[in-house]
């Protein structure tokens, strides 16, 4: 639990990487199973809030393929969804 509180304190003081986003989804899956189920809400929401900061919810109109990383981020942004 003390390293998750590490990466939320790291991710909150910048922007986010894609790692970052990908650690959040982990993290609440983890969660779940443990007994401390309602810190998924917390990390849920501020990996939300972080996928909106960067913009990856966002349609790209003028990209005809979507590059892997940017695949990559909207996956993240919809098992966040998902989660919530």
Request: aromatic share 8%; glycine share 8%; net charge positive.
């Amino acid at each position: 639990m003390s390293d998750i509180r590490l990466v939320v304190r790291k991710t909150l003081l910048g922007p986010p990487c894609l790692e970052d986003l990908q650690v959040y989804c982990l993290s609440v899956l983890y969660l779940q199973g443990t007994s401390a189920p309602q810190a998924c809400w917390t990390i849920v929401g501020i990996g939300i809030c972080l996928v909106q900061d960067v913009g990856a919810h966002r349609r790209k109109a003028y990209g005809n393929k979507p590059t892997v990383e940017e695949e990559l981020w909207k996956r993240a942004f919809w098992v966040l969804v998902s989660l919530d």
